[in-house]
């Protein structure tokens, strides 16, 4: 299957299944089948035996071309149990790869509990895991750790049923532990939009460094927060080397404008802004933690919550109440409505990210592809004015359903 088939894959899976029937029916003139798909031989005590207690519906599919190979994000599909799973996994290399299910009801099925006892494993390895959701992500999500070779990863929803997603990690290389910690979910992402848009697979994380592109993010909101007065900056960073090279920047950049940087635990001083530079994870879990608090225990703060570039995710916008974001590209733009339109047609379970539209634009328009920079003001709550005559793109571009990212400045360089 190809990226160019414009068939919906609800489409493709009836298909596989009156082929899986054919099939069927062939073998069984020929006097060929026992039990067949993924079943073990009666009597059989191998871990290969435990997939006779579910037979599926229909051959997994690739959704990112139809070739298994390592160092390419898996995505595969496949109709079980009146759900509709969807399996990504990445970066398919020897070590811990970080693995996406999502699992919608068919249409006409009732499942209250769709996304409830699930499992991951990778057969003949550990104990399965439980996915579970992440702050800052959508979708289901589990760490495995992957053999070289040709492993299987098994997806189980209950005791009885069970999906195979079939690997090829080769036997060269191993997973960058990015993959398997809280950025893992903006590196599958991200990996997953490159291919999409016919592109390389990515052969490392947006958070293990800073692009151009951030960095000049990231001036303009120091620079901006000089000129408007700001005293003090509260810096709030993580562990990982994207996060690290920019607290560096904003340090340095703050002590030139003679502006005091402090931890976000700090009181604030009457002219304060909190900058944010870290994964999604740890934005959306600190920033939510503040606003669940009641205001008069809330440390706020007079010119408001900064974002980094690469923060702008739903789920990172839901966890505050507004922030101001330095953007290249608009998502009203005829490109940004392209890759939300296509993410809908292969992934609808997805909701579209900065990094992964960055990732899905250079891979269409070169690494080096810019807009023009400028300030953004964005909110899941819709209490900010679209711009004029956007009112019907708010609607329909999917980024941010019932929400705005809307321009607030003239260009910032």
């Not at 435990?50 to 959704?63: G, M």
């Not at 991200?190 to 960095?215: I, N, Q």
């Not at 740890?282 to 703060?301: F, G, I, N, T, Y």
């Amino acid at each position: 299957m190809t990226l160019g088939d414009s068939t919906s894959w609800r489409d493709r899976i009836l298909r596989s299944r009156r082929a899986g029937v054919l099939v069927l029916a062939v073998l069984l003139a020929v006097g060929g089948i026992g039990y067949v798909l993924y079943a073990g031989t009666p009597g059989d005590s191998s871990d290969s035996s435990r997939w006779s207690r579910s037979v599926a519906e229909a051959t997994p599919q690739q959704i990112l071309g139809g070739e298994r190979r390592p160092g390419f994000p898996s995505v595969q599909r496949t109709e079980h149990d009146g759900l509709v799973f969807t399996v990504t996994v990445a970066p398919a290399l020897p070590g811990r790869n970080l693995v996406r299910v999502d699992a919608v009801p068919l249409e006409g099925h009732a499942h209250e509990k769709a996304d409830e006892e699930l499992t991951v494993e990778v057969d003949g390895g550990a104990a399965p895991v439980e996915p579970t959701k992440r702050p800052g992500a959508d979708g289901l999500w589990a760490v495995v750790d992957l053999p070289t070779g040709n492993p299987t990863v098994l997806v189980a929803h209950g005791p009885e049923h069970r999906v195979p997603v079939m690997l090829e990690t080769g036997a060269d290389g191993s997973a960058d532990p990015l993959w398997a910690g809280p950025d893992g979910p903006e590196c599958l992402q991200a990996a997953t939009a490159a291919v999409l848009a016919g592109g390389k697979a990515p052969t490392s994380c947006p958070a293990a460094g800073l692009r151009d592109a951030d960095r000049a993010g990231l001036t303009s909101i120091v620079t901006t927060l000089a000129s408007r007065g700001v005293e003090e900056v509260a810096l709030s960073t993580d562990a990982s080397p994207r996060s690290a090279a920019a607290s560096k920047l904003v340090r340095r950049l703050a002590a030139a404008e003679h502006v005091r940087v402090v931890a976000p635990s700090a009181r604030p001083g009457s002219r304060s802004a909190l900058v944010v530079v870290t994964g999604w994870q740890p934005a959306a879990e600190r920033l939510a933690a503040v606003s669940s608090l009641p205001v008069e225990k809330q440390a706020l703060r007079s010119d408001g919550v900064w974002l980094a570039p690469w923060l702008l995710a739903p789920g990172v916008v839901d966890s505050t109440t507004g922030a101001v974001i330095p953007l290249d590209f608009d998502i009203r733009d005829s490109a940004a409505q392209q890759y939300s339109q296509t993410l809908a047609k292969y992934f609808p379970e997805q909701a579209p990210t900065g990094s992964a539209y960055l990732a899905w634009r250079g891979a269409r328009e070169g690494a080096d592809a810019r807009g023009e920079s400028a300030f953004y003001a964005a909110s899941r709550a819709a209490y900010m004015p679209a711009e004029p005559g956007h009112s019907s793109h708010e609607r329909t571009v999917s980024w941010f359903p019932g929400g705005t990212v809307t321009r607030i400045s003239l260009p910032t360089g």
